[in-house]
């Protein structure tokens, strides 16, 4: 399970270390995409394989199942940590989500986000107002 947060600084070749708990956790060899809510997100290859495998069997002939395969699985990057544990995050995602000097990683689960360090602390502002609400919601559906 990946969970916890890290700030760590983008060097000017687009490279980022990984924490070295994720390291440990996620295997050598990951797949890093879009991810929602402006963050892009890390993948093992095994959680990979199931996510591609479902968005494959979405229904062709709709227009949104064919419009989220293309966001998720055109963007999506094989990527592996160099000896020092960085890893290399592509031009047009770093772009697309404005990473830039400071990188957070949120574990979530069975993916890491990577996250604009400001987006993230507004984010994280915006969520914690609305978080008894929404665990008010989770608990009427039997979620928690």
């Not at 020092?84 to 993916?111: C, M, S, T």
Request: proline content about 2%; aromatic content about 8%; overall charge neutral.
């Amino acid at each position: 399970m990946l969970i916890g947060e890290y700030t760590h600084a983008i060097d000017d070749k687009n490279r980022v270390s990984l924490p070295s708990k994720f390291r440990k956790s996620i295997g050598k060899t990951m797949i890093l995409t879009r991810g929602l809510d402006n963050c892009l997100s890390i993948y093992s290859l095994a959680d990979w394989k199931n996510i591609s495998e479902k968005l494959g069997g979405l229904n062709f002939g709709d227009a949104n199942s064919r419009k989220f395969n293309r966001y998720m699985l055109a963007s999506a990057v094989e990527i592996t940590p160099d000896g020092a544990g960085r890893i290399l995050i592509p031009q047009h995602l770093k772009d697309e989500v404005k990473i830039e000097g400071k990188v957070v990683f949120a574990g979530v689960y069975n993916r890491i986000e990577l996250w604009n360090d400001s987006v993230w602390e507004a984010y994280k502002k915006d969520t914690l107002g609305d978080a008894n609400e929404i665990a008010q919601k989770l608990g009427d559906v039997g979620a928690i």
